[in-house]
C-alpha cells in the first residue's frame, strides 16, 4: 500500500523558513516525479513545485521562485520543501504527490497518483 506522509509544517513569522519533507512507502519511487501543491482555505489546490525523477529537473509557479526549493533523496524515498522568505500568502495546507508518468513534469492536480495528507503552513504578518 502506497503512502505518503508529509512533515514539517507549523506556524512561523513572515520571512521565516520551514522545511517539509514527505517520506513515501509501499512501493519504489525513485523515477517517478514529485510534486508539492497547496490549498490554501476556500481555495482549490494550487502547484507549487515538481522535481524529475533524477533531481536534475525542478519547475515552479511563479509566486514561489526564488524562495522556495524542492529537492530529494532516492535513497530514503523522501522529497523535500524548503521554504524560505516566507509570506502570510503562503499560509496553506501543503500536500505531496507523485507522478507515476515518468515521460512528463506536471503542474495537473489530476495528472498525479498518490497524494500524502497533508501538513499545515501558518505564516503570521
Known amino acids: 500500500q502506497v503512502q505518503l506522509v508529509e512533515s514539517g509544517g507549523g506556524l512561523v513569522q513572515a520571512g521565516g523558513s520551514l522545511r517539509l519533507s514527505c517520506a513515501a512507502s509501499g512501493g519504489t519511487f525513485s523515477n517517478d516525479v514529485k510534486g508539492w501543491f497547496r490549498q490554501a482555505a476556500g481555495k482549490g489546490l494550487e502547484f507549487v513545485a515538481a522535481i524529475s525523477g533524477s533531481g536534475s529537473a525542478t519547475y515552479y509557479t511563479d509566486s514561489v521562485k526564488g524562495r522556495f526549493t524542492i529537492s530529494r533523496d532516492n535513497a530514503r524515498n523522501t522529497v523535500y520543501l524548503q521554504m524560505n522568505s516566507l509570506k502570510a500568502e503562503d499560509t496553506a495546507v501543503y500536500y505531496c504527490?507523485?507522478?507515476?508518468?515518468?515521460?512528463?513534469?506536471?503542474?495537473?492536480?489530476?495528472?498525479?497518483?498518490?497524494w500524502g495528507q497533508g501538513t499545515q503552513v501558518t505564516v503570521s504578518s
Open positions: 504527490a507523485v507522478d507515476r508518468n515518468w515521460g512528463r513534469i506536471s503542474r495537473t492536480v489530476s495528472d498525479y497518483d498518490y
